[in-house]
């Protein structure tokens, strides 16, 4: 989005949580409770990195707000550009290697990623939950435990920063105004909607996986 865009966008109201749910592929990602806080969100922009390590940015620049001290979120995705000794014949380009969240800095009871219950035990303990908030989080936890879903993941995550950056931002007019048919079907055939919220699908109530492996790490 050109900086006049961005510019006539910081003035109107709920710009970004409308064009957020008006794309297929973050929808899905938003929760009712996350609405109050992409209300304060006043810019998306990306930017590109320098070698050595390529990639690019996403920068989500939010007005203060009652929910975290942060005025920036960043996610990092890294790339390498240029092959190791053991992938030296089947590199075929720039390669993702890692996705680098931000560790959100919530006020006191506001983190909507997580939530305090009681166990079998009458002990109390922090359980995530589901937010588009824990699109920050670049989910060390699967690395721990197994690197096959550790590399979907990554894969799934790329693809959904790749998508905000050349998509959404670059249309966020044409998506605020209902104009934009959201070209994603070409994104979907290789990565489902319900695979798109459950790359960042933190609820350990309803995900035995996610608890099973929270416990593991």
């Known amino acids: 989005m050109g900086d006049d865009a961005a510019d006539q966008a910081r003035g109107v109201p709920d710009f970004w949580l409308t064009v957020f749910s008006m794309t297929q592929v973050l929808q899905v990602m938003i929760q009712e409770k996350d609405e109050a806080v992409l209300r304060r969100l006043v810019d998306v922009r990306a930017e590109v990195r320098k070698e050595p390590e390529a990639g690019f940015d996403l ?46 800095q ?3 009871g506001a983190d909507l990623t997580t939530k305090m219950v009681m166990d079998e035990d009458g002990q109390r303990r922090e359980l995530m939950v589901n937010s588009f908030f ?3 989080n670049p989910k ?19 693809e959904i920063g790749h998508y905000i950056k050349e998509r959404v ?3 966020a007019v044409s998506f605020f105004l209902g104009e934009n048919d959201d070209d994603v079907e070409d994104f979907l055939d290789s990565l489902e909607e ?24």
């Open 59 to 104: 920068l989500f620049e939010f007005e203060p707000n009652e929910f975290f001290n942060d005025r920036i979120l960043k996610k990092s995705y890294l790339m390498k550009c240029c092959p190791t000794e053991d992938k030296m014949f089947a590199f075929d380009g720039f390669e993702i290697y890692n996705t680098v969240g931000q560790e959100i």
């Open 106 to 108: 919530w006020k006191e």
């Open 134 to 136: 824990s699109f920050f």
């Open 140 to 158: 060390k936890l699967y690395e721990k435990t197994d690197p096959e879903l550790s590399a979907q993941f990554l894969e799934m995550d790329f």
């Open 169 to 171: 931002i670059p249309r």
């Open 194 to 217: 319900e695979a798109v919220c459950g790359v960042y699908s933190m609820d350990e109530e309803r995900d035995p996986k996610m608890a099973e492996l929270k416990e593991e790490a």
